[in-house]
């Protein structure tokens, strides 16, 4: 019976098949969101994150127009706060956004170095420089509790003494250090430096030099629980919970390896393409698919915490179209299995929701919510 039903997410519990429970996702979202209304309104450019509010309505922090859009249960703009510019309120870019706490949207402008709060209302509630009065490193991917525990990775850094990659010298070894932060942006507490993974150096249309992450390459990620940073390792299946008060702990998680596939490939350099600016996008495209397959898939793309304090594991990678999830407690208990039919880019996940973008036929980008049911 099960086999015959079309469009829902089945999150399997435990390892003894007799005893799993099932959570179910409707695979048609309860609210979908294109980018231009159909009377031809912006809605919003580019989402580089978003969370749902207490009362239905959506937040979204859009990177195109470096605004707040706020929207009703519906899904229809109610009002845009911020802009372009180094002023209260304005923005020079959105690297990240995601919620932190009830009713909160954390936006990191990596421009400007400044993490801005905002409010249900779409204004910000405060602005806070990060690291604030320190020489930590520069934050890249944060990570924010369901009570506003805060923790980021900095931008990756070639490692010392590596050896040039013999696939393509292009292919550079990173690693990146991990912080947990105050409300006003001050480090609290040094997780240290870890194996970030891999980066591709690139080159501009205009000739300047940057770098985005390898297709399928290894890759480290984060995720902040109330009392715990959780850290992915960047080559092994593996997870270490750093505690507040400082004890580690390491957990195998049952993850097969594998070689990627040329399509695998493709849809990775395409959904890392899509995260430049227009301008580079198709350079990227090009400079990109022009790497070496890697040997074998990542075995943690990503990490999320949901509402309940679970932690998500992505075992699937980038562009995929489906999802693959192992979630765990804070204590390395594997709880869970997901197995989400959408390839979708996760933004938030509720008590009885999740809420992500997609990208339609016609290149349009969607802000979506699907419902879960969880049994």
């Known amino acids: ?37 159909t009377t031809g309104t912006l809605i919003f450019g580019y989402a580089a994150g978003g969370m749902r509010l207490a009362d239905g309505g959506l937040l979204i922090a859009d990177r195109a127009e470096n605004s707040i859009r706020v929207l009703d249960a519906t899904g229809k703009l109610v009002r845009s706060v911020g802009r372009t510019g180094d002023g209260p309120g304005e923005f020079q870019s959105m690297l990240w956004a995601g919620q932190c706490g009830s009713d909160s949207l954390l936006v990191w402008d990596l421009r400007r170095r400044q993490a801005t709060m905002i409010g249900s209302s779409g204004t910000p509630s405060r602005q806070f420089s990060v690291p604030a009065g320190d020489t930590a490193q520069v934050p890249f991917q944060f990570s924010c509790s369901p009570h506003g525990t805060i923790a980021y990775r900095s931008a990756p850094r070639p490692m ?30 040094r997780l240290g430096d870890i194996p970030a993974g891999e980066v591709v150096a690139m080159v501009s249309p205009s000739g ?49 390896l594998r070689a990627p596939t040329r399509t695998e490939f493709d849809e990775a350099v395409r959904a890392t393409a899509s995260m430049g600016p227009a301008s580079m996008r198709q350079a990227m495209a090009q400079q990109l698919a022009a790497i070496p397959l890697p040997d074998r898939l990542p075995a943690i793309s990503a990490l999320f915490v949901d509402s309940e304090g679970l932690v998500w594991i992505q075992t699937t990678p980038p562009g995929a179209k489906a999802l693959d999830f192992l979630v765990m407690r804070g204590d390395g208990r594997v709880v869970a299995r997901a197995q989400v039919p959408l390839g979708i880019t996760l933004f938030e996940i509720g008590r009885d929701y999740l809420m992500g973008s997609y990208t339609d036929a016609a290149d349009e980008m969607h802000v979506a919510m699907y419902r879960l049911r969880r049994q």
């Open 160 to 189: 010392r003494g590596a050896m040039p990659n013999p696939q393509n010298p292009n292919i550079v070894s990173v690693t990146a250090a991990v912080y947990r932060i105050g409300p006003g942006g001050t480090i609290t507490q």
């Open 1 to 37: 019976m099960r086999s015959k039903l079309t469009g829902i997410l089945l999150l399997l519990f435990g390892p003894d098949a007799a005893a799993q429970a099932t959570w179910v996702v409707d695979r048609t979202p309860i609210l979908d969101v294109p980018g231009v209304s």
């Open 208 to 256: 300047g030099r940057g770098a985005a992450p390898r297709p399928l390459g290894r890759t480290a990620s984060i995720a902040a629980l109330d009392d715990a940073v959780v850290i992915s390792s960047a080559d092994s299946a593996f997870v270490i919970v750093q505690q507040a008060g400082g004890q580690t702990s390491h957990h195998q998680l049952p993850i097969t």
